[in-house]
Structures are given as C-alpha cells and as structure tokens.
C-alpha cells in the first residue's frame, strides 16, 4: 500500500463527481484509467471503522496465542513442543494459557454478534442481511466465481467486485463454522463434569479428536492461505496495512473493486469516505505486528508439518 502524510482536497478530485463516472466498461486494472495523482499523493478512503479493526486484531492475537499455546498440548511428544511448554512454564500453565486465550477470542466473537444483531435489530439496517455491505453470499458472489474461474483460465475479464468478494465471505464464515466446532468442542474439554450431566462420556474423547483436528485445519488455513493471501501477493508484499489503518488508496479502490468505486462515485459518497493517513509510528507498530504473526505463523506450520510427516 502507498503511504501518505498529507490527503488531497476532495474538491481538486477530478473523478469523484457523479457527473464524470468512470464508464462501466473502463478496465479496472489499466493504468491509463487512473487519475493523475495530485501533488505526489493519493486519496485515502475508509473502509474499516475502529471497531473492526480493534476486533481483527484482538482475532489475531487470540488465534496466534491458542495456536501457540494448543500445539504443543496436540504434539506433546515432541521435542519443539516440549520446548515451547516448558518456556511457558510447563504444560499445566500452557494450558491455563490456552484457556485465557480462549476466553479472549470468546467474548471477541460475542462482541462481534451483539453489534451485528444490534445493527439489525435495534437500528432496523437491514443492509446487513443484503446488498454490498452485508456478509450474506448473494448472487453475485457466484458469478463472481464463475467469472474468476473463466479469467484464470485466461477466458475472460476479471471480475469487478463490490465492496466484499467472495473469498472475503468464505473467510468471515469459516470464523463462525470454526467457532461453532472449536469453540464447542474446546468448551466440552474445559467443563467436562458439565456437559456430561447431559452427554455421554465418549463425547469427551470426540470432543478431544474433533477440537485437535479442526486446530490443525484452522492452524493450516490461517497461516497459509489466509496470510498468503492477504499479505504476500505481489500487489501487498509484505502485507496488507488495511486491517491496521482501516484505509484504502484511491488507486487500491478503483483496481480491486471497481464496482464499489463506481457505486460510491454515482452516490457521491467517496468525499464522505475520505481520510487522514495515519501517524507513520502507528503504521510502523502494525507493519512490526504483521510481519511477526506471518513468520510466527509459517514456524507454527512447519512444526506441524514436521509433526504430521514424522
Ligand atoms: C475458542 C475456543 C477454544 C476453547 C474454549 C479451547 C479450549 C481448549 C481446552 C480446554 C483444551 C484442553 C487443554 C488442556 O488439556 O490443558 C484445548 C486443547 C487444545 N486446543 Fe483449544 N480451545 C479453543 C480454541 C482453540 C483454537 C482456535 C486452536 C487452534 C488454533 C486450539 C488448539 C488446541 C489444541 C491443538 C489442543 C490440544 C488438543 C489435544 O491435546 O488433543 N484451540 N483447547
């Protein structure tokens, strides 16, 4: 992403005005689409509040320290995980820390319900359940698909997304499927005088196969598709500030989702959207951050590799 330390005038925007649309059939990755951009710098415009951005990173930090804390419990035989238990004082306090940080990723995820289900229910925004902001797969995401497929096939134009694509959806929902499965089955390990009051004693032994199981997926997917992803694709190497300043550049808008560019122009909603950059040392802290959860994240995947291989 292309920093900044000043913005530009929204009123010297030469291509956010309703009357001067980029046309439907503009090709969103050529350049010679792009605006000129003023003085050296490029627009900046919100796409994540404060909220999100608190939530995402609370997300990262309890996921990387459950990792951390769970793969030694799964691996214990072995010697990097003997190692990491016992720099955390022994496999009783790796434990009691997986269970903090279990609590934390706990009440992040109830957090993140309360305001959904605020938002539709007490604000009656029902923008949440259709249309561009909401999460909910919708027919577009399939021909976006389909479209995808097509243009990596060399068939066909890329798809112009909207404001959410469809891998952005998988990744919101694997959170909830994963909650449900890990978060259910690490509950029944947590309390397990509890759930067998009304459950049978073999769901303890389940519970424990299912939550090593969707670990290792969730380890796996995270630290591999998810990171690799985001961050080190050539257009974001080395990673991805987004989740970190909640800004996009005007340039990133308009390639990576045309659509929402186009929409928000024909609304004139892109001045509203308009941002400061960020205080450099902030952008430092979350570039700092990033880098060490990616390289503490392929570490964690190559133990497990090794572990599994072995
Ligand atoms: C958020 C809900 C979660 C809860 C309530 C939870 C709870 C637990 C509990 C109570 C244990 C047993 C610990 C012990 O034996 O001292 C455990 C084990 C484990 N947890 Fe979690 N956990 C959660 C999420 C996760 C996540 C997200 C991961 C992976 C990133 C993970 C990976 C593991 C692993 C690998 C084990 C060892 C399983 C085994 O020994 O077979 N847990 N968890």
Same mark, same amino acid.
């Given at each position: 992403?292309? *920093?900044?330390?000043?913005?530009?005038?929204?009123?010297?925007?030469?291509?956010?005005?309703?009357?001067?649309?980029?046309?439907?059939?503009?090709?969103?990755?050529?350049?010679?689409?792009?605006?000129?951009?003023?003085?050296?710098?490029?627009?900046?415009?919100?796409?994540?509040?404060?909220?999100?951005?608190?939530?995402?990173?609370?997300?990262?930090?309890?996921?990387?320290?459950?990792?951390?804390?769970?793969?030694?419990?799964?691996?214990?035989?072995?010697?990097?995980a003997r190692w990491i238990a016992h720099s955390m004082g022994g496999f009783e306090a790796t434990g009691f820390l997986h269970r903090f940080f279990a609590l934390v990723m706990i009440v992040l995820f109830a957090w993140h319900l309360a305001?959904?289900?605020?938002?539709? @229910?007490?604000?009656?925004?029902l923008g949440m359940l259709w249309g561009p902001y909401s999460m909910v797969p919708q027919p577009r995401d399939a021909r976006d698909v389909y479209q995808n497929i097509r243009y990596f096939l060399g068939k066909g134009e890329p798809p112009?997304? *909207?404001?959410?694509?469809?891998?952005?959806?998988?990744?919101?929902?694997?959170?909830?499927?994963?909650?449900?499965?890990?978060?259910?089955?690490?509950?029944?390990?947590?309390?397990?005088?509890?759930?067998?009051?009304?459950?049978?004693?073999?769901?303890?032994? %389940?519970?424990?196969?299912?939550?090593?199981?969707?670990?290792?997926?969730?380890?796996?997917?995270?630290?591999? @598709?998810?990171?690799?992803?985001?961050?080190?694709?050539?257009?974001?190497?080395?990673?991805?500030?987004?989740?970190?300043?909640?800004?996009?550049? *005007?340039?990133?808008?308009?390639?990576?989702?045309?659509?929402?560019?186009?929409?928000?122009?024909? *609304?004139?909603?892109?001045?509203?959207?308009?941002?400061?950059?960020?205080?450099?040392?902030? %952008?430092?802290?979350?570039?700092?951050?990033?880098?060490?959860?990616?390289?503490?994240?392929?570490?964690?995947?190559?133990?497990?590799?090794?572990?599994?291989?072995?």
């Open positions: 992403m292309q *920093e900044t330390t000043d913005t530009v005038s929204p009123s010297a925007d030469p291509v956010s005005t309703a009357a001067n649309p980029v046309p439907p059939s503009a090709d969103p990755v050529s350049t010679a689409a792009q605006p000129a951009p003023v003085a050296g710098r490029q627009r900046l415009y919100r796409r994540f509040g404060k909220a999100e951005r608190i939530g995402h990173i609370g997300l990262g930090i309890s996921f990387i320290g459950l990792a951390i804390t769970g793969l030694p419990l799964l691996y214990s035989q072995e010697p990097w305001r959904v289900f605020r938002r539709i @229910i007490v604000d009656r925004d112009r997304f *909207e404001r959410y694509t469809y891998w952005e959806k998988f990744d919101y929902w694997a959170v909830f499927w994963g909650m449900a499965i890990i978060g259910g089955s690490g509950l029944i390990l947590w309390f397990p005088e509890f759930f067998t009051r009304f459950l049978p004693g073999w769901t303890l032994n %389940l519970a424990s196969v299912i939550h090593g199981l969707e670990a290792v997926l969730a380890v796996g997917f995270i630290f591999t @598709i998810h990171l690799f992803h985001n961050n080190l694709r050539a257009e974001k190497f080395p990673m991805d500030t987004v989740m970190f300043t909640g800004y996009v550049t *005007e340039d990133e808008l308009r390639k990576e989702r045309p659509d929402e560019y186009e929409r928000l122009q024909r *609304e004139g909603s892109l001045k509203e959207i308009e941002v400061e950059p960020v205080k450099p040392s902030l %952008l430092n802290a979350g570039r700092i951050y990033g880098v060490a959860v990616n390289l503490l994240g392929v570490i964690l995947v190559g133990l497990m590799l090794y572990a599994l291989l072995g």
